[in-house]
């Protein structure tokens, strides 16, 4: 699986959007980008997920480069429950996720 | 809304014992996975499973781990002599794997403390 690198904190005001980034230079043509976060112990939890066309759902909107080399999550009003760590993946349909350390947002009032 | 359940929530053992760690899976749900966070650390994938048997394993999935569903409902972990660097929280996670991505759905975990 495509290694990613997402910066490891970011701040976000409550109620501004929250954009944060990954960059996956090595994705293959087959490989989706995934995106979930974890809050504080919980499981992680799915958000969203991307091929090649930018997404929306009523968690968050996915943002693919034309190149597939990078893509932004964005939640666009931000709430302090959205306080996590976010984790973007690569990976193919049925295998294991691989996390990194992802991008530890806190969203502050 | 359906969700993977886990039991324990918190299990304490002596370092040896075995320990059995359970999973209800989300009912039509297809492939199966055990993952685990040592305190402070990234979540590491131990195994998936499909169509009753083993698909992946990592390199933590050694011996002293193995997996089973039972019963077409529960699929637990099984780790037969614990260590002390077995203490981690572990999840489990479910895939419906319908179109071809990868939405995990997991657990809210057990607590294992090895002592």
Redesign the interface.
Known sequence: DAKTTQPPSMDCAEGRAANLPCNHSTISGNE?V?WYR?IH??????II?GLKNNETNEMASLIITEDRKSSTLILPHATLRDTAVY?CIV???????????GTRLMVKP | EPE?TQTPSHQVTQMGQEVILRCVPISNHL?F?W?R?ILGQ????LV?F?NNEI??K?EIFDDQFSVERPDGSNFTLKIRSTKLEDSA?Y?C?S?P?T???????????TRLTVL
């Open positions: 989706y995934y974890q112990s919980q499981g992680p939890q799915y997920h984790y990976g193919n349909a049925g295998n294991m996720l691989t996390f990194g350390g | 993977v492939y996975y993952y966070q990234k979540v590491e994938f998936s499909y698909s992946e990592s929280m999840f996670a895939n794997l179109g071809a991505y990868n939405e995990q759905f997991f657990g809210p975990g």
